[in-house]
């Protein structure tokens, strides 16, 4: 396959699913299964990015014949003759064109729900299909990646804006988590799906393929995420160290209007902040129609971000908000952009907050940890199947392990309810309709039935979450 041609979806699938069709009860019709979040860092998740992976892979005509010959092949020598559904195939391309006869229910992207409850269920159309169900689990399972993503993003959200309710301005919230994480993920697809993620809940990013994303695959004609001009360390040590400080006189000049940001320990931050910017260019900056924002790289977290703080309060001084916490001149602000976690970004709130300085003078960089240090397990996501149709008879599946009962899954077709604040699943008919059912139908056979505009996203994503927002203000309580 040549790098301009599309993916052979019928290859998108682990290697065991190839012989999945051999494995069903004879006379199975219809398999039925589900995602949910069983737990994990949070009590719950933001869904989002199932529209990614329905416009990208499974909607229309996906499959030729010419895709199946090529499987067959690969399979064949992969596992041996016969192990591959030829004939399963060969009916979706001939009786269905190549679009796949399934459909799949979903709760609406950017919805806050509950772990522990279903978010999506897939089911089989064509009673000879039945194996489709779980073979597309391999591609569909990966929504994992931009709900974990998002989940996160919004936990450290609520981190940040319980601070600045507490000590400043809650307004400045949407820029107060920039993606530095392009670089670090695995795969240009990772940072366009995790980056999207991250937007659903602050506008400030340098991941431009998130950007791309949230364009090409959720009807958006606007800007979706925002940066600023920003110096890195190839940018101010090539001027040598004993001219650093025309380096940063090079960036007021440059950037004369507007935010800029200079990291600025590449030597001595202290000094840089000190004698560079509090008294070299202090007038300058002063003077320039902006706002610096010094970037410290490197250190405690903690230790750098309270002495710089001081330090840059000392030299360009500070103002006492209604709210009893100090705000830096608005001509200068911080952001730390270095080791910068779930965890440590309450560790430099805490502090901070002790020590007297508003949340209105920092914003924090995340990168790997933001798109890149997380996992299936971070919120522990299963797709597994909870109802058959056996000659005609609806059955129950499910799985209880004697040692891992918490690997417990659910029974039956299924419905997802929300009332009085709270998220539960129940047991849904095959035919009869559940006017509560929040799973609504988003993809049948081939065709989008429901796509997701990016503000639709965002504002239910945005709604206020007691149950995500208690960890966020444990560290205000202690």
């Known amino acids: ?113 509950d772990v522990h409850n279903v978010l999506m269920t897939i089911e089989n159309t064509d009673p000879k299909c039945y194996w489709l169900t779980n073979y597309l689990e391999t591609l569909l399972l990966k929504v994992w990646y931009p709900i974990t993503v998002a989940t996160l993003s919004r936990a450290i959200r609520q981190v940040i804006l ?66 600023v001009p920003a110096a890195e360390h190839s940018t101010i040590t090539s001027w040598g160290r004993e001219n650093e400080a025309l380096a940063y006189e090079n960036m007021l000049r440059q950037f004369p209007a507007g935010i800029v940001a200079v990291v600025s320990d590449s030597y001595d931050v202290y000094d840089a902040c000190a004698k560079i910017w509090g008294e070299a260019l202090r007038d300058k900056v002063l003077e320039r129609e902006g706002t610096l924002v010094v970037r410290p790289d490197s250190g405690n977290p903690r230790e750098t971000v309270l002495k710089v703080l001081e330090i840059l309060g000392e030299k360009f001084g500070y103002e006492t908000n209604k709210k009893g916490y100090r705000v830096l001149n608005p001509k200068v602000r911080v952001i730390q952009g270095d080791a910068v976690n779930y965890w440590t970004i309450q560790d430099m709130l805490t502090a901070m907050n002790r020590a007297g300085w508003s949340a209105d003078n920092i914003s924090f960089g995340m990168g790997g940890a933001l798109l890149q240090q997380l996992n299936r397990d971070t919120q522990r996501f299963a797709f597994k199947t909870s109802s058959v149709v056996v000659n005609g008879e609806e059955r129950d599946v499910f799985k209880d392990p004697i040692e891992g009962h918490e690997k417990l899954s659910k029974r039956g077709r299924l419905a997802l309810h929300y009332r009085d604040g709270a998220w539960s699943t129940v047991r849904a008919s095959r035919t009869a309709q559940d006017a509560e059912d929040r799973l609504k139908p988003v993809f049948r056979d081939g065709e989008m039935l429901v796509t997701h505009r990016l503000p639709d996203v965002r504002k239910r994503a945005n709604r206020f979450s007691d149950a995500i927002r208690f960890a966020a203000q444990r560290w205000s309580e202690t």
């Open 162 to 227: 319980t601070a600045l309710e507490r000590s400043g301005d809650p307004s400045l919230i949407d820029f107060k988590l920039h993606d530095f994480g392009y670089r670090g993920v695995s795969s240009e697809e990772t940072a366009g799906i995790g980056g999207a993620a991250h937007l659903i809940n602050f506008k400030g990013t340098d991941t431009v393929a998130g950007i791309r994303v949230l364009q090409n695959y959720y009807k958006s004609a606007e800007m979706e995420g925002f940066s």
């Open 1 to 113: 396959m040549s790098q301009t041609e599309a993916p052979n979806l019928i290859l998108q699938t682990d290697s065991y699913k190839f012989t999945h069709w051999k494995q069903y009860p004879p006379g199975t019709e219809h398999v039925y299964s589900y995602l949910e979040s069983r737990g994990g860092m949070f009590g719950q998740t933001v869904f989002f990015g199932l529209q990614y992976y329905l416009l990208r892979y499974l909607r229309g005509s996906v499959v030729t014949e010419d895709n199946m010959v090529e499987a067959e092949r690969f399979v064949e020598q992969h596992l041996g003759p016969g192990m591959f559904n030829a004939e399963g195939w060969m009916h979706i391309v001939r009786q269905h064109g190549g679009r796949l006869p399934v459909v799949i229910n979903a709760v609406d992207e950017g919805s806050i729900v």
